[in-house]
């Protein structure tokens, strides 16, 4: 099992452009979530999908959407970067809503200029 | 709301040492605590977890006991190795979603 996956890496960014952050999982998992991590800030939720058909916003959605594409997939878009969106933004998973067990992606290292 | 309180970094060790991280929390209910490391250049990693009072997680010589009486979910470790090198995130857990992230405490273990 390849766990949870996230395309790209690493990405540049000008300023008003828009991109799409891509992420899967393997395990059949229900609860799917979007973090940005930020120096001195832990991470913070960005928005989450309880389940295959339904998404609902986080702590920091502004500027920002998603997509729950199907059971695997969850993407997130944005759609006019900002240089306040420079970060690292993780993907996550887990099985059962409600249990808070998290599996994580690599990570996506976005930098916006 | 919910809070996580973990203790400022970094904690630079010396091998064999002995590491406690500090984490207190504040929340309403009955929440699950975890403890979570993040390599270099990696993603957050589950370490050990707790799930009611009392409860201690273990794992790779990692422990932490759930202390309801004083909101404490401190992460001890006897020896400390180089590849214990990483981020510490202390994660409180309230139901529903609600997730609480710590900070993070950077542990840095020299030979």
């Known amino acids: 099992n390849a766990g949870v996956t996230q395309t790209p890496k690493f990405q540049v960014l000008k300023t008003g452009q828009s991109m799409t952050l891509q992420c899967a999982q393997d395990m059949n998992h229900n609860s799917m979530y979007w973090y940005r991590q930020d120096p001195g800030m832990g991470l913070r939720l960005i928005y989450y999908s309880a389940s295959e058909g339904t998404t609902d916003k986080g702590e920091v959605p502004n500027g920002y959407n998603v997509s729950r594409l199907n059971k695997r997939e969850f993407s997130l878009r944005l759609e006019s970067a900002a240089p306040s969106q420079t970060s690292v933004y993780f993907c996550?998973?887990?099985?059962?809503?409600?249990?808070?067990?998290?599996?994580f992606g690599p990570g996506t290292r976005l930098t916006v200029t | 709301g919910n809070s996580v309180t973990q203790m400022e970094g970094p904690v630079t060790l010396s091998e064999e040492a002995f590491l406690t991280i500090n984490c207190t929390y504040t929340?309403?209910?009955?929440?699950?605590l975890f403890w979570y490391v993040q390599y270099p250049g990696e993603g957050l990693q589950l370490l050990l977890k707790a799930t009611k009072a009392d409860d201690k997680g273990s794992n790779k010589g990692f422990e932490a006991t759930y202390r309801k009486e004083t909101t404490s979910f401190h992460l001890e470790k006897g020896s400390v190795q180089v590849s214990d090198s990483a981020v510490y995130f202390c994660?409180?857990?309230?139901?529903?979603?609600?997730?609480?992230f710590g900070t993070g405490t950077k542990l840095q273990v020299i030979p």
């Open positions: 996550a998973s887990s099985e059962v809503r409600g249990r808070g067990e998290q599996y």
């Open positions: 929340a309403t209910g009955y929440p699950s």
């Open positions: 994660v409180l857990f309230g139901g529903y979603q609600k997730v609480t």
